[in-house]
Structures are given as structure tokens and as C-alpha cells.
């Protein structure tokens, strides 16, 4: 005669367990595949300022970083991508800043998010103790990221240039030394004009701040267009202009 035993409660629970991990771990690299897929395409204009020259040197590992050949550069630029932007679209602006004769660094981000490598700058900084004079800057959410780490590294950084950006409710820069550029677009869909200008109050009162009449998210880079922004009234050679003009005062600024 047989006799029938209980099923073990922990074999039940043990069973569940493994499908709610399952679950988690399907659910997390579906984010992680979606994090990390960018939000564009890299322009050719990006691809193309990617080269080195006879005026900036470019390397690729682990940062993306512009030399200009010319002068020893004594005075640097680390920048923040945009949430899901990739890096590269950024390099027209870093070329420039290298061009007038800084140093110029292009932080990756994992699964293409600042939030995730806050603290990325000082690795920069540590591995060039030839600049003497750092700005760090950032698109969107790496700008709120680059924010934060001038907000918590004060001493290492002496500038911040901020590109449809702006701090977070509890930063404030009103007191200190820090030099801050604010660049903002009329027609951005993602950074409202309102939300930019609110954040004023939080800067310093001789902050430079620049409104680009026509200008968009998306054109703050070279990625093509994003989801949420509004049609640009300018051209994207037009906004850059603008925001490299923006960043080289700051930079100049900085290095008094």
C-alpha cells in the first residue's frame, strides 16, 4: 500500500522563487538592451570630427579625447552625453574646444546614462595632472549629472557649462567661485524654457546665460532628431555655433 506525502511547502517556495527571478532578470535586461540601444545615429559631421589632423590628436580609449597639437594645454573640458546619446555625437563640440587649445574629454557612460558614473570626472582629472584649470559640462541628464559632481567636488572643478540643462532642486551655486554657462533652446521639447530659467536662482549672479532663438534639444549634438523635441527654427551648424561660443567663453573664463 502506498502512501501519499505532502508536498514539501519549500520545494513550492523554492519553484517560485526561481520564476520571480526569472522575471527580474528578463524584466532588467529588457532595460538594460533598451538603455543601452542610443537614442540616434551618429551624424556624419560627428564621424568625421572623430580624425585626427594636423591641429588635434584623437584617441578613443578609455575616454574620447582631444589634443590640440599646437600648445600644451594647461586647461580642460570633460563633458557629460545626453541620457541614450552617444558619445560621439558630442565630438564637433570637443574638436572645437581642442582647436582653441584645450584639452577636451569625452566621458561614455554606462548603458548610456550619466547617472550611472557620476563621478566619471575624476578619473579624467587624475589621469592628466597636467591641467591645471578643469570645466566640466554636460548635455540634458549629463549635464544634471555634471552638475552634481561640480556640487560635490568643489575644488576640482572651476567651471560648468550646462546645454539644456540645469541643477537639481537641492544644488545651489550662489555661493563660491564656480563659472557657469547656461545654454538653452526656445523650441526644446524636453528642457522647457521655464524649467531652464527656474533654475537661475540656483547660479551664480554673473552666470552667462544664452537663448537660442530656434534652437532644440537634439541639436545640442549630432544625433538627429529625438522623440518629445520640437522641430528646430534654426539650423544645427547655427545652434552649435552658438553653444561653442558659449563654452569657450566659460573655458576662457575659468582659466583666469
Given at each position: 500500500?502506498?502512501v501519499?506525502?505532502?508536498?514539501c511547502?519549500?520545494s513550492?517556495?523554492?519553484?517560485?522563487?526561481?520564476?520571480v527571478?526569472a522575471?527580474?532578470?528578463i524584466l532588467?535586461?529588457?532595460l538594460a538592451?533598451?538603455?543601452?540601444?542610443p537614442?540616434?545615429?551618429?551624424?556624419?559631421?560627428?564621424?568625421?570630427?572623430?580624425?585626427?589632423?594636423a591641429?588635434?590628436s584623437?584617441s578613443?580609449?578609455?575616454?574620447i579625447?582631444f589634443?590640440p597639437?599646437a600648445?600644451?594645454?594647461?586647461?580642460g573640458l570633460?563633458?557629460?552625453?545626453?541620457g541614450?546619446?552617444?558619445?560621439?555625437?558630442y565630438a564637433?563640440?570637443?574638436?572645437?574646444?581642442?582647436?582653441?587649445?584645450?584639452?577636451?574629454?569625452i566621458?561614455?557612460?554606462p548603458?548610456?546614462?550619466a547617472?550611472?558614473?557620476i563621478e566619471a570626472a575624476?578619473?579624467?582629472?587624475?589621469?592628466n595632472p597636467?591641467?591645471?584649470?578643469w570645466v566640466?559640462?554636460g548635455?540634458?541628464?549629463?549635464?544634471a549629472?555634471?552638475?552634481r559632481?561640480?556640487?560635490e567636488?568643489?575644488?576640482k572643478?572651476?567651471?560648468?557649462?550646462?546645454?539644456a540643462?540645469?541643477?537639481e532642486?537641492?544644488?545651489?551655486?550662489?555661493?563660491?567661485?564656480l563659472?557657469?554657462a547656461?545654454v538653452?533652446?526656445?523650441?526644446?521639447?524636453?528642457?522647457?524654457?521655464?524649467e531652464?530659467e527656474a533654475?537661475?536662482q540656483?547660479l551664480p549672479?554673473?552666470?552667462?546665460?544664452?537663448?537660442?532663438q530656434g534652437?532644440n534639444?537634439a541639436?545640442f549634438?549630432?544625433?538627429?532628431?529625438?522623440?518629445?523635441?520640437?522641430?528646430?527654427?534654426?539650423?544645427?551648424?547655427e545652434?552649435?555655433?552658438?553653444?561653442i561660443?558659449a563654452a569657450l567663453?566659460l573655458?576662457r573664463?575659468?582659466?583666469?
Amino acid at each position: 500500500m502506498r502512501v501519499a506525502l505532502p508536498r514539501c511547502p519549500r520545494s513550492r517556495f523554492a519553484a517560485l522563487t526561481l520564476l520571480v527571478a526569472a522575471i527580474v532578470a528578463i524584466l532588467m535586461g529588457g532595460l538594460a538592451i533598451y538603455f543601452s540601444a542610443p537614442a540616434g545615429e551618429v551624424m556624419a559631421e560627428a564621424e568625421a570630427a572623430l580624425h585626427s589632423d594636423a591641429f588635434v590628436s584623437v584617441s578613443r580609449e578609455p575616454w574620447i579625447v582631444f589634443r590640440p597639437r599646437a600648445a600644451k594645454a594647461v586647461s580642460g573640458l570633460i563633458f557629460y552625453p545626453g541620457g541614450r546619446v552617444p558619445p560621439e555625437a558630442y565630438a564637433p563640440l570637443a574638436r572645437a574646444v581642442a582647436e582653441a587649445g584645450f584639452l577636451a574629454v569625452i566621458s561614455p557612460m554606462p548603458l548610456n546614462l550619466a547617472v550611472f558614473d557620476i563621478e566619471a570626472a575624476s578619473a579624467v582629472i587624475e589621469a592628466n595632472p597636467q591641467i591645471s584649470t578643469w570645466v566640466i559640462g554636460g548635455h540634458s541628464l549629463g549635464g544634471a549629472m555634471a552638475a552634481r559632481y561640480a556640487h560635490e567636488n568643489r575644488g576640482k572643478v572651476e567651471g560648468l557649462v550646462l546645454l539644456a540643462a540645469y541643477p537639481e532642486a537641492h544644488i545651489d551655486f550662489r555661493e563660491g567661485e564656480l563659472a557657469v554657462a547656461t545654454v538653452y533652446g526656445d523650441r526644446d521639447g524636453l528642457a522647457s524654457v521655464d524649467e531652464v530659467e527656474a533654475s537661475f536662482q540656483q547660479l551664480p549672479a554673473d552666470a552667462l546665460t544664452v537663448l537660442v532663438q530656434g534652437g532644440n534639444h537634439a541639436q545640442f549634438g549630432w544625433y538627429g532628431e529625438q522623440a518629445g523635441d520640437q522641430p528646430a527654427g534654426i539650423s544645427r551648424d547655427e545652434q552649435q555655433r552658438q553653444v561653442i561660443d558659449a563654452a569657450l567663453r566659460l573655458m576662457r573664463e575659468a582659466g583666469k
